[in-house]
């Protein structure tokens, strides 16, 4: 069994440009979800996918858009990089929509200049 | 929207002894409460959870703790090591979906 994967890893932007992060679901998990944690902060809820659509958002612009595909792998892409931006992205795969334990990827680390 | 305070935001404690970090959330619709411990460089990781029908669940070394009627649950660690240093998460969620609100987080020090 897999868990979740997320890529890349680490990278850097300037502003004004866009970014697409990538997850891997952990194996037999239908739902995707995204979050933001800034340096020293808890994460923040970004949106959640489930069954290729959006399935509840937090408060993100809509500059923060993503995708879920039919083998449950998702991608969160945000334009218009602001230098707030800058943070680590978690990715969290679960076995259906309802409350249950989050699996979290290690996340990439983006960096705005 | 729900928003959750978790104290002390640092806590060194002895090897040995017993650490406890406190959380209060404000919905009081709120029914899912997890605590998730994250090491340098590595995503959440689920450690306990407690939903809204228990007043107290144990594993091993961990035990939460909730008060619905104060709106307040704890995080309960004893004979703590030093691998239990990380940062140590909060959250609460009402259920819809797999939203989960977090507490800013607590750095967990265990000196030997």
């Known amino acids: 069994e897999t868990g979740v994967t997320q890529s890349p890893t680490h990278l850097i932007k300037t502003r004004g440009q866009q970014v697409t992060l990538r997850c891997s679901s952990q194996s037999g998990h239908n739902t995707v979800s995204w979050y933001q944690q800034a340096l020293g902060q808890g994460p923040q809820f970004i949106f959640q996918?489930?069954?290729?659509?959006?399935?509840g958002r937090g408060n993100f612009p809509p500059r923060f858009s993503g995708l879920q595909f039919p083998n449950y792998s998702s991608e969160l892409n945000v334009n218009a990089l602001e230098l707030d931006d800058s943070a680590l992205y978690l990715c969290?795969?679960?076995?259906?929509?309802?409350?249950?334990?989050?699996?979290f990827g290690e996340g990439s680390r983006l960096t705005v200049l | 929207g729900e928003n959750v305070e978790q104290h002390p935001s640092t806590l060194s404690v002895q090897e040995g002894d017993s650490a406890v970090i406190k959380c209060t959330y404000s919905d009081s619709a709120s029914n899912y409460f997890p605590w998730y411990k994250q090491e340098l460089g590595k995503g959440p990781q689920l450690i306990i959870d407690i939903r809204s029908n228990v007043g107290e669940k144990k594993d091993q070394r961990i035990a939460v703790t909730l008060n619905k009627t104060a709106k307040h649950f704890s995080l309960h660690i004893t004979e703590t090591q030093p691998e239990d240093s990380a940062v140590y998460f909060c959250?609460?969620?009402?259920?819809?979906?797999?939203?989960?609100?977090f507490g800013a987080g607590t750095i967990l020090r265990v000196k030997s």
């Open positions: 969290a795969s679960s076995l259906g929509q309802t409350t249950g334990e989050l699996f």
């Open positions: 959250a609460a969620s009402r259920g819809d979906g797999n939203k989960l609100v």
């Open positions: 996918y489930y069954r290729e659509e959006e399935n």
